[in-house]
């Protein structure tokens, strides 16, 4: 596994208050061949500065793009440029358990699956660890993950970019790591999900995806039109996203107070 490269893609806009602490994080990684891609959605705070002496890391590479365009551009710049044998991704205020790129691929190996993700602990702003760790189904299709709105944490995902290919983030601005989860599972891949709580993820008050009444309409367009399901299915994936935020079906949580890198 040593000679398999990992691609971490790591988009960031304005996050200069916590990117360092996300950085850190993988290069803190017990498994090494890695190269981390940040790609800079013309943030207009101090993120550059707080980045630049990381670059002396030549697994590290940072690109400042010219215009505000979005997570899902960001992305796909990222996954543009990425190298590697496996395709990670790390939100710039997420923080990684130090052999988290360990046991993940030891996992893929012996499970002999191409797209995997792990459980994952939630943090303040501040990054003291609030009571919930998300664990995810131990294996996830294309109609479960669509009919529970994304059981999928970002900020744990590999996938084998040779079994997949070249991907692209469908360029919806909310939603579009579910839209990319839906598009490898729709060909019949399933995601395995192991439990062992290998990221912290920050909840921010003013986050993209923190107003959940308008992720209402991003749902929308992203099941009627990137899926291009009906009116009905469309209709009811809207209704069950709802549900689920509302009542926590279908989520395996658990009341945990741990941090990542205390695992």
Same mark, same amino acid.
């Given at each position: 596994?040593?000679?398999?490269?990992?691609?971490?893609i790591m988009?960031?806009?304005?996050?200069?208050?916590?990117?360092?602490?996300?950085i850190?994080?993988?290069q803190?990684?017990?498994?090494?061949?890695?190269?981390?891609?940040?790609?800079?959605?013309?943030?207009t705070?101090?993120?550059a500065?707080?980045?630049?002496?990381?670059?002396e890391?030549?697994?590290?590479?940072?690109?400042?793009?010219?215009?505000?365009?979005?997570?899902?551009?960001?992305?796909?710049?990222?996954?543009?440029?990425?190298q590697?044998?496996?395709?990670?991704f790390?939100?710039s205020?997420?923080?990684?358990?130090?052999?988290?790129?360990?046991?993940?691929?030891?996992?893929?190996?012996?499970?002999?699956?191409?797209f995997?993700?792990?459980?994952y602990q939630?943090?303040?702003?501040a990054?003291?660890? *609030?009571?919930?760790? =998300? %664990?995810?189904?131990s294996v @996830?299709? #294309?109609?479960?993950?669509?009919? &529970?709105s994304?059981?999928?944490?970002?900020?744990?995902?590999?996938?084998?970019?040779?079994?997949?290919?070249?991907?692209?983030v469908?360029?919806?601005?909310?939603?579009?790591?579910f839209a *990319?989860?839906?598009? =490898? %599972?729709?060909d019949g891949? @399933?995601? #395995?999900?192991?439990?062992?709580? &290998?990221?912290d993820?920050?909840v921010?008050?003013?986050?993209?995806?923190?107003?959940?009444?308008?992720?209402?309409?991003?749902?929308?367009?992203l099941y009627?039109?990137?899926?291009k399901?009906?009116?009905?299915i469309?209709?009811?994936?809207?209704l069950?996203?709802?549900?689920?935020k509302?009542?926590?079906?279908?989520?395996?949580?658990r009341?945990?107070?741990?941090?990542?890198?205390?695992?």
């Open positions: 596994m040593e000679n398999m490269k990992v691609s971490i988009p960031t806009y304005n996050c200069g208050r916590f990117i360092a602490e996300s850190l994080s993988v803190a990684q017990t498994y090494e061949n890695w190269e981390l891609w940040i790609t800079d959605d013309h943030s705070d101090d993120t500065n707080v980045v630049a002496p990381f670059l890391d030549p697994r590290i590479h940072y690109v400042y793009l010219q215009e505000n365009g979005g997570p899902a551009k960001a992305r796909n710049e990222a996954l543009r440029l990425a590697g044998d496996y395709i990670a790390l939100d205020d997420d923080i990684w358990c130090p052999d988290k790129l360990e046991r993940q691929l030891a996992f893929m190996q012996e499970k002999k699956c191409f995997s993700c792990t459980g939630k943090m303040d702003e990054g003291h660890a *609030l009571d919930t760790v =998300i %664990l995810p189904h @996830a299709g #294309y109609w479960k993950t669509f009919f &529970l994304n059981p999928i944490g970002n900020s744990t995902v590999i996938y084998d970019r040779h079994h997949f290919g070249d991907r692209q469908p360029l919806i601005r909310k939603r579009n790591d *990319l989860w839906l598009q =490898i %599972l729709r891949d @399933a995601c #395995y999900g192991l439990e062992d709580v &290998l990221m993820y920050r921010r008050k003013q986050s993209v995806s923190s107003n959940k009444l308008g992720l209402a309409k991003y749902h929308w367009e009627r039109h990137v899926e399901r009906g009116v009905l469309s209709a009811l994936g809207v069950m996203w709802a549900f689920v509302g009542t926590g079906f279908g989520l395996r949580v009341k945990d107070r741990r941090n990542a890198h205390e695992r």
